[in-house]
């Protein structure tokens, strides 16, 4: 990912695994997540999305 990002001249977005302990490594890399589970109410797929989960990668991804 990091020589991707390298040298990409296009955004680099990180599309499958994303959790919030590892968007805080990928957001040196990336320049955006693609994710799903990982907002649902206890990660369960088949769950609302968690808004509190939510707020948190907004937090993390913004912190820089």
Do not use: C, M, Y
């Amino acid at each position: 990912l990091e020589r991707a990002s390298a040298v990409s001249t296009v955004p680099v977005l990180v599309g499958s695994g994303a959790t919030l302990h590892s968007a805080r490594s990928l957001r040196d890399f990336a320049d955006g997540l693609i994710i799903g589970t990982a907002l649902k109410q206890g990660g369960d797929v088949r769950a609302p999305v968690d808004v509190e989960r939510v707020r948190e990668f907004v937090d993390t991804w913004s912190n820089t």
